[in-house]
């Protein structure tokens, strides 16, 4: 019991410098193209079916729901101890799961394009195993952006809160342009999602391997949809 | 836990074998355990082999089990079809489970069933796992109804969890799960909008040029939605709506372009859907 408590609070516990580590992480300054990502959104707006700040929130939650709380978090949970491990077989074995899992084309592309992003920014910081594993982390970002978290001593629990965080800042300001909503009423839109985001977080860090996957039919579509749209100015 | 679902309704499984001979494919091995059956094999393109695959006559009720374990011979093709929908009806508790296994060497299979019928508290887990090997190619569809829209039911209660995988020589390709468990899950914005039909095509392997082909054919419906995606080799065609027959329209539509550039054969359909 104490034993558990201990490992509970070591979880969570982060310290100073990984604390500003990980606002370095997450930044939209970051150089890997965040923002001209849209996942789907650019075509959900043209066909209607997110026209409200309303729609985009029922939108973002319903993927917070989904695919964040039973692919991405515990699929980085899992990239996150084969990290800690360094155990190359574990990592490449959940990169596979996540993107037999990214369910369009565009999808698949952008955590690509992301991860060799970030990885070759990682292999600039000379982040330890960075360059040696770049075939793998360059095929998925959530690999990548574990890698750094484990190196930066983030915890296992905030490292996820970084990503969600990330995710649904870039989705939001992304949203914000195509609308169009004023900056202020995507700010208002953050600031009210943000309470979504522990349940999403600790659902997602409970998930069982069996239980793993989400799909969105809608998402995948308009995604899908989104490969020829005629007007578009962001890459998925 | 697959166990003691099981063990009271049904336990049914049909395992099939699929082997070429000199001029044609043959179903070679057959062993069946309750009412899972197939109807003896037809030829209308000469060698490749047609079957027909019959659900237990009254339908699927909580508990049964069914099992289904198709295996494909190198060389060899079977085409394989339903005669008609598959109704999952309403459960007293129990959950009903459907598993597909699908192995096919360096041949091809084509998995093209009428459409799954899920009666409001239905609990259904229907799983596909399909195994190719390097050069084996796969056509195959699902089409789900949620509730019975004709007549206006919704399935307001009940379970349903679809889990479809895709693997080439052992590498995932393709998953796919989708968890149905309150009235809620049926209206999510990026997931189903309240739409009762859900389907899904695969073909592989597929080209650009196969996505190209099939991408004018996947524009705008009424009443639904439809997109084709190209990921890892898999051609992906989603479909969301309210019919079952536009969805079945829409698939044997697109499985005529699809059959010639994904096995090289002009697209013979078989002789239950011109009834």
């Known amino acids: ?236 | 836990m697959i166990e003691t679902a099981c063990t009271q309704g049904w336990q049914a499984e049909l395992r099939l074998g699929f082997v070429q001979h000199s001029t044609k494919t043959v179903l070679a091995n057959r062993s069946q355990r309750g009412p899972l059956a197939v109807q003896r094999p037809f030829y209308p393109e000469g060698d490749v082999c047609h079957a027909y695959i019959l659900h237990p006559p009254g339908g699927v009720v909580g508990g049964d089990c069914l099992q289904m374990r198709f295996q494909v011979d190198p060389a060899a093709h079977a085409l394989l079809t339903t005669p008609g929908a598959t109704k999952f009806y309403r459960s007293a508790g129990l959950q009903a489970q459907q598993h597909q296994h699908f192995h096919v060497a360096d041949g091809c299979l084509e998995w093209l069933p009428q459409e799954n019928i899920f009666f409001p508290g239905a609990n259904i887990a229907l799983h596909s796992t399909i195994h190719l090997d390097t050069t084996a190619q796969y056509i195959g569809w699902e089409i789900h109804c949620l509730g019975l829209p004709s007549i206006g039911e919704q399935f307001t209660h009940g379970k349903t969890l679809f889990k479809t995988a895709i693997y080439r020589a052992g590498k995932p390709l393709l998953l796919d799960r989708l968890l149905i468990a309150s009235e809620a899950d049926l209206h999510t914005a990026a997931g189903l909008r309240g739409q009762p039909v859900m389907a899904t095509l695969y073909a592989t392997p597929a080209t650009l040029a196969l996505l190209e082909a099939v991408r004018p054919h996947c524009q705008d419906i009424a009443n639904g939605s439809t997109g084709v995606t190209l990921l890892n080799g898999v051609l992906v065609v989603r479909y969301l709506g309210n019919s079952t027959a536009q969805a079945q329209r829409l698939f044997r539509h697109l499985w005529q372009i699809i059959r010639p550039l994904v096995t090289g054969r002009s697209a013979t359909p078989p002789r239950i859907w011109n009834t």
């Not at chain 1, 970030?118 to 075939?135: G, Q």
Request: proline letters at 4%; glycine letters at 4%.
């Open chain 1, 1 to 236: 019991m104490v034993a558990g408590i201990r490992t509970d609070i070591s979880m969570t516990m982060i310290t100073d410098l990984a604390l500003l580590r990980l606002l370095h992480l997450v930044s939209p300054t970051l150089p890997i193209g965040s923002f001209t990502y849209s996942q789907g959104i650019e075509w959900a707006v043209e066909c209607g079916w997110i026209a409200t700040p309303t729609d985009l929130q029922n939108w973002l939650a319903s993927q917070l729901h989904s695919g964040m709380t039973h692919l991405d978090i515990p699929v980085l949970q899992r990239l996150y101890h084969a990290v800690e491990r360094a155990d190359v077989e574990t990592l490449e074995y959940w990169i596979h799961i996540l993107n037999a899992s990214r369910e369009t084309s565009e999808l698949l592309l952008e955590e690509k394009n992301r991860g060799r992003a970030l990885t070759d920014l990682l292999i600039a910081l000379e982040i330890p195993n960075a360059a040696r594993w770049k075939p793998l982390l360059a095929q998925s970002q959530s690999a990548a952006f574990v890698l750094a978290a484990v190196h930066w001593q983030i915890p296992l629990q905030q490292t996820a809160y970084g990503y969600v965080w990330s995710w649904l800042e870039n989705l939001v300001l992304s949203a914000v342009k195509i609308i169009p909503l004023g900056q202020t009423q995507g700010q208002k839109i953050l600031h009210e999602m943000t309470l979504l985001l522990p349940e999403v977080v600790t659902q997602g860090l409970q998930v069982a391997d069996d239980d793993i996957g989400a799909s969105s039919p809608a998402l995948a579509i308009a995604s899908s949809r989104h490969e020829t749209q005629y007007t578009r100015l962001f890459r998925s």
